[in-house]
Nanobody, 111 residues
Framework: QVQLVESGGGLVQPGGSLRLSCAAS????????MAWHRQAPGKERDYVAS???????NYADSVKGRITISRDNAKNTVYLQMNNLKPEDTAVYYC?????WGQGTQVTVSS
């Protein structure tokens, strides 16, 4: 049973933007903390950003000022707006909520 579905990844040039989406089942999304993590090739999965059900946000230092997390409670969806992307942002991005991980979406930043 698929409960978190990410989309929006792709290939973008340095300095470009992407918006990732994570559609969640209501059982996962309602009243819970949602987060994005990423895993670059050969590296561990790292925290990127999170948002509480009340709207409190937190970000990894490496993405502050460039990435914004948001949620649409009517659509059970959490977003990750990524601007001024750098090659080091290249990774598979995973959505997380209530102990469940999505399948990931690939983001590649390259000229």
């Amino acid at each position: 049973q698929v409960q978190l579905v990410e989309s929006g990844g792709g290939l973008v040039q340095p300095g470009g933007s992407l918006r990732l989406s994570c559609a969640a089942s209501e059982r996962i999304f309602r009243g819970t903390y949602m987060a994005w993590h990423r895993q670059a090739p050969g590296k561990e999965r790292d925290y990127v950003a999170s948002m509480s059900s009340g709207g409190t946000t937190n970000y990894a230092d490496s993405v502050k000022g460039r990435i914004t997390i948001s949620r649409d409670n009517a659509k059970n969806t959490v977003y990750l707006q990524m601007n001024n992307l750098k090659p080091e942002d290249t990774a598979v991005y995973y959505c997380y909520g209530r102990g469940v991980w999505g399948q990931g979406t690939q983001v590649t930043v390259s000229s």
